[in-house]
Antibody, heavy 119, light 109 residues
Framework: QVQLVQSGAEVKKPGSSVKVSCKASGGTFSSYTISWVRQAPGQGLEWMGRIIPILGIANYAQKFQGRVTITADKSTSTAYMELSSLRSEDTAVYYC????????????WGQGTLVTVSS | EIVLTQSPGTLSLSPGERATLSCRASQSVSSSYLAWYQQKPGQAPRLLIYGASSRATGIPDRFSGSGSGTDFTLTISRLEPEDFAVYYCQQYGSSPVYTFGQGTKLEIK
């Protein structure tokens, strides 16, 4: 049974950074990609970027280029998303999601991590 | 970048009725790369449909997807109480990039 378990809620100051983890169990970590999708309060879904763990290659949405870093540790089947220069608009629930099919659909999601940016 | 526009923004229907949700793309999307998700309050999204028309594992057959090119549709044939939620379409393109529609809220009338 595939599960993606994320780290807990965070409260951060503007200008700081946050790093969220996503630990995968079940399945083969290196056989799929992990994306990060965020959802601001009352808003829709926004893709931030993804990593291909077997290659260690990450791709980012243009909006987040230079501010987000996605990494993966194959030894622990864990992906990470670090967002820097936080501002209040970054307050959101951050999800990791797995895409195994070449069609790119996300068949498994983490439970979400609430990141609150407040002074 | 492809923009996905969903309509209507809110759909008010009663249990037992048929729901038709639309997703229109700003340029042609390969059917293989169009998916639909359901999201309930406080929960992560759940994959319903991939490849425009294939149901994901465990999804009831009252959910169906169709369409091609720039126009895609999610149909729920007979609404059950648990179907009232927000629905998103999503496409996967080159670069790579994923984009989501803004969502359709399906509410009980």
């Amino acid at each position: 049974q595939v599960q993606l378990v994320q780290s807990g809620a965070e409260v951060k100051k503007p200008g700081s950074s946050v790093k969220v983890s996503c630990k995968a169990s079940g399945g083969t970590f290196s056989s799929y990609t992990i994306s990060w999708v965020r959802q601001a309060p009352g808003q829709g879904l926004e893709w931030m970027g993804r990593i291909i763990p077997i290659l260690g290659i990450a791709n980012y949405a243009q909006k987040f280029q230079g501010r987000v870093t996605i990494t993966a540790d194959k030894s622990t089947s864990t992906a990470y998303m670090e967002l820097s220069s936080l501002r209040s608009e970054d307050t959101a629930v951050y999800y990791c999601a797995r895409a195994e099919n070449p069609t790119g659909d996300f068949d498994y999601w983490g439970q979400g991590t609430l990141v609150t940016v407040s002074s | 970048e492809i923009v996905l526009t969903q309509s209507p923004g809110t759909l008010s229907l009663s249990p037992g009725e048929r729901a038709t949700l639309s997703c229109r793309a700003s340029q042609s999307v390969s059917s293989s790369y169009l998916a639909w998700y359901q999201q309930k309050p406080g929960q992560a999204p759940r994959l319903l449909i991939y490849g425009a028309s294939s149901r994901a594992t465990g999804i009831p057959d009252r959910f169906s997807g169709s369409g091609s090119g720039t126009d895609f549709t999610l149909t729920i044939s007979r609404l059950e109480p648990e179907d009232f939620a927000v629905y998103y379409c999503q496409q996967y393109g080159s670069s790579p990039v994923y984009t989501f529609g803004q969502g359709t809220k399906l509410e009980i009338k």
